[in-house]
């Protein structure tokens, strides 16, 4: 991979830094005569044919190359340029005040430095926005922007549905106390990576806090107790996080949208929620049956040890897709061809929920469409045409925290092909350290 080194900006023209904007070793230090002077829509023809690290480069050479990118990235018809996720990638221990990303289609690396030392000492549950929902090494959850490096406190833990107490240390571990109707109950955590298996599996949040007048809501879906899964709320400046829906729920995937949020209580409800009056009413409940196909598949699959399946939600246009990810235990070595006991994603489904009558269609292409899953909160992409990503593909990270922490080997990461129904896989860790792999939209950096 290429290495790309971000350092702090200092002052240009008499502008303060900003250390949003990210410079590149080598980038340009002078200003491309007459660029400025081409008409708008020349000069964005030009842009269009550039990567984001290029105009992101082009940016930081001065105060008119700072506002011909703020005017083409804020074109509806250019919008999708900065939106493509990179990954966040996991740290090597050498680099803990450094974080990194890369763009999966030229596997360029790009390094900020001077990362809070606290950021690699907690937890990464979840990216949304560009953001990430964070639990530091005391437990306690909040925001984090990597590129801004902005933290936004969230309610505390202790305050979370069911929790009596939580206390414990980084290398002791830690102590849940919990109530579950009618009995409490008591477990130890052995580490923080532990508490993203038995405590939250994921989390999201409705918008980038850095807009929007900094109104946004967090959604986790708490998945520590025996019975199943519950769905932890919170708003922008809430003390404390509040319990949606019945204590006996098994949610396994959640997605905003417009405030409004719709979580999939497996195997057969989706829950549409509106967050718009101020508090989180649930406006109704699909029942559609889950796809009979995907259990007749894992059936087909067992003798690749296909021992799990994840149920992701994706919306586009107002429509709503179910997309499901068959991981097997049992894989072929590249180099010995011998079997291992590693997780790795074997395959997918997509389906369309056809409210009419209440049933998942499954899908076949995605058109000029792309999906990103894994632990983020899902998305759909109309890449453009100029764009290395390919349509009707499925890019996926690891999530698969319970294998990830135990077999501890390698991470599950690479792209799926609708169309042949193959997997590419080009990314490839030698560590394993935190965070795992998560897409990251970058956003922010544009604007």
């Known amino acids: 991979m290429k290495n790309v080194v971000v350092e702090k900006e200092t002052e240009q023209e008499g502008e303060s830094s900003n250390n949003e904007e990210f410079g590149r070793s080598g980038a ?3 200003s491309p005569t007459g660029f400025f002077d081409l008409p ?38 250019n919008s999708q340029v900065h939106l493509v996720p990179w990954i966040l990638l996991p740290r090597k221990l050498e680099d803990k005040r450094r974080i990194g990303f890369s763009t999966y289609d030229d596997q360029m690396v790009f390094m900020r ?34 590129f801004s490096f902005e933290k936004i406190t969230l309610p505390e ?5 069911n929790i009596q107490c939580l206390f414990g240390s980084v290398g002791s571990g830690y ?8 009995y409490k109950h008591r477990r130890r955590i052995k580490s923080v990576q532990e508490l993203r298996t038995k405590f939250v599996s994921k989390a999201v949040v409705s918008a980038n806090p850095s807009h929007n007048n ?6 986790m879906i708490s998945a520590w107790r025996k019975t199943g899964a519950i769905l932890a709320f919170c708003y922008s400046g809430d003390d404390v996080w509040m319990q949606l829906g019945d204590h006996d729920e098994s949610y396994c995937d959640v997605i905003c949208h417009d405030d409004m949020f719709y979580a999939l209580n497996y195997p057969d409800e989706i829950e549409i929620w509106d967050v718009h009056n101020g508090y989180p009413t649930k406006r109704t409940s699909i029942v559609a049956k889950y796809p009979q196909k995907v259990f007749d598949t894992k059936r087909s699959l067992k003798f690749r040890d296909c021992d799990t399946t994840r149920s992701y939600l994706v919306e586009v246009s107002g429509d709503l897709f179910l997309v499901v990810r068959f991981i097997g235990g049992l894989v072929r070595s590249h180099e010995t061809s011998k079997f291992e ?36 909160q899902s998305k759909s992409l109309l890449v453009p045409d100029n764009s290395a990503y390919k349509a009707n593909s499925i890019y996926f990270t690891d999530d698969y925290w319970d294998m990830m922490y135990w077999r ?7 792209v799926y092909h609708m169309e042949d129904k193959s997997i590419e896989k080009t990314l490839r860790f030698d560590w394993q350290n935190e965070p795992p792999p998560f897409w990251i939209d970058p956003e922010s950096l544009v604007h």
């Open 157 to 161: 833990i202790f305050t979370f549905p």
């Open 341 to 376: 006991l590693r997780h790795e994603t074997l395959c997918f489904q997509v389906y369309k929920l056809d409210t009419s009558i209440k049933k998942w269609e499954e899908v076949e292409s995605l058109g000029d469409l792309v999906y990103f899953v894994g632990g983020n």
């Open 175 to 182: 102590y849940i106390h919990y109530y579950e109707n009618p």
């Open 214 to 219: 900094g109104n946004f809501f967090v959604l």
């Open 28 to 30: 340009l230090t002078s």
């Open 408 to 414: 501890k080997n390698h991470y599950d990461i690479g």
């Open 113 to 146: 430095t001077n990362a809070p030392p606290e950021f690699y000492d907690g937890l990464c549950l979840g990216t949304s926005h560009g953001w990430l929902v964070m639990l530091d090494k005391d437990i306690e959850p909040y925001l984090f922007n990597p």
């Open 40 to 77: 708008e829509d020349m000069s964005d023809k030009i842009l269009l044919k550039m990567s984001l690290i290029s105009i992101l480069n082009f940016k930081t050479v001065c105060r008119s190359s700072r506002n011909v990118v703020r005017s083409f990235v804020s074109s509806s018809s």
